[in-house]
């Protein structure tokens, strides 16, 4: 396989981030994202023609094939990064490989994980031994997830504990990828088909109906359908640090129903950063004693923003800024409000004056 030099790798010039899953639709934008930023990726990826196609289109990157199964591709692919993005998804089976090899290379570690199992297991399987690392792994910083987690940490204001958080996804449409299809199909095999939802404190399995009820989005959005405990990723990142029994997803039933329908196309690029015409309203509502606080925040295209959530992490990541070490979700281990802050080019926030009693 060509090996590509590095454009600018010396000093000054950015660090080294490999992405795994580099030629991914996601990918893509966050290699795309990183170089913007001024950093170096190094394209990662199971298939050699893919990757040297996007070697290719980025002249100057290196390229370096590696299989989640074989951990040492994984530890001469990461030979020089200063970080990992993993964006190679169905991540019950790249996650756990992924996060392993950036341990033993002892550099961070973030993934766009949207499958609430495997997130869970990240959490579970991989807490102590990151903590005694001095290392930071952060699953979910995406669009799901991360987005929400941050929103809800903002909310939560000075907030430790609440009765309940609601994340209500005010999506136009959503068009999914190849990846989104696959995570789902695992993630609903990993359930035995059942459905999932956080109450009382814990991810609990059930064969309930969905229910459709009417969330009050700001405007210009306004009141929309939606399915209600449309159980996203948001259920694993809130819980892992902050005191909320309650927290619920909801999707726009618009949305709900083009992600299921066979044959949905996937999404189609309408600007020149590649994004597709959806958009998205995320609208966090936190409860507490009856006293509600909300936060929302609206962009276009959830693939799209993805790319800015995770490299804006990395970002932190290696210039310091970060609460704490181990595996940590975005709102446990950065400044909510001014990581939503740094991506103003991507996502206008909304936060409603003062609380309701
Ligand atoms: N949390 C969020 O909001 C969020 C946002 C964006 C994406 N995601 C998730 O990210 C994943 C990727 O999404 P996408 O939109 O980029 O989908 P995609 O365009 O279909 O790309 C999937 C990528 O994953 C790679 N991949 C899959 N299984 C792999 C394995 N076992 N080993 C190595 N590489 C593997 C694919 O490589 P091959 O072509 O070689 O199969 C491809 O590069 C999905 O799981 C999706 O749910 C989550």
Redesign the pocket.
């Known amino acids: 396989m060509k090996h590509y030099e590095y454009a600018g790798a010396g000093m000054g010039s950015g660090s080294i981030v490999a992405v795994?899953?580099?030629?991914?639709?996601?990918?893509?934008f966050v290699v795309a994202e990183l170089r913007e930023r001024g950093h170096v990726p190094l394209l990662l990826?199971?298939?050699r023609d893919?990757l040297v196609a996007l070697a290719e289109a980025h002249a100057g990157l290196e390229a370096r094939q590696a299989?989640?199964?074989d951990p040492a591709s994984l530890d001469r692919a990461l030979d020089g990064a200063a970080a990992v993005i993993n964006?190679?998804?169905?991540?019950a089976?790249?996650a756990a490989p992924l996060v392993e090899a950036a341990l033993r290379a002892g550099i961070p570690y973030v993934d766009?994980?949207?499958?609430i199992e495997a997130n869970a297991d990240t959490f579970a399987h991989f807490a102590e031994r990151a903590r005694a690392a001095g290392t930071v792994v952060v699953p979910?910083m995406?669009?799901?997830?991360?987005?929400g987690d941050l929103l809800v940490t903002t909310a939560m204001g000075d907030w430790t504990a609440a009765d309940e958080a609601h994340i209500a996804y005010g999506l136009s449409g959503w068009h999914p990828?190849?990846?989104?299809l696959?995570?789902?199909v695992v993630s609903s095999r990993r359930r035995g088909g059942r459905r999932v939802r956080f109450t009382g404190g814990r991810l609990e399995y059930h064969d309930d109906a969905l229910l459709t009820l009417e969330w009050p989005f700001p405007a210009p959005l306004g009141p929309q359908s939606v399915i209600g405990e449309f159980t996203m990723?948001d259920v694993v990142t809130v819980p892992s640090h902050l005191a909320v029994p309650e927290v619920r997803t909801y999707m726009t039933a618009k949305a709900a129903a083009e992600l299921s329908a066979p044959g949905a196309p996937a999404p189609a690029a309408v600007d020149e950063r590649g994004r597709s015409a959806q958009t998205f309203v995320v609208d966090v509502l936190v409860r507490s004693g009856g006293v509600e606080r909300r936060v929302a925040a609206a962009g276009q295209d959830?693939?799209a923003v993805?790319a800015p959530l995770a490299v804006e992490a990395v970002d932190r990541v290696l210039t310091g800024r970060t609460r704490t070490t181990g595996v940590a979700s975005a709102g446990a281990v950065f400044d909510a409000p001014d990581f939503l802050r740094a991506l103003s080019s991507h996502l206008s926030l909304h936060v409603s004056a003062g609380t309701r009693g």
């Open positions: 795994f899953g580099a030629y991914g639709h996601t990918g893509r990826g199971r298939d893919k299989s989640a199964d964006c190679a998804g169905p991540f089976s790249t766009v994980a949207a499958e979910a995406a669009f799901y997830g991360g987005l990828t190849g990846g989104t696959a995570a789902g990723a959830i693939y993805s």
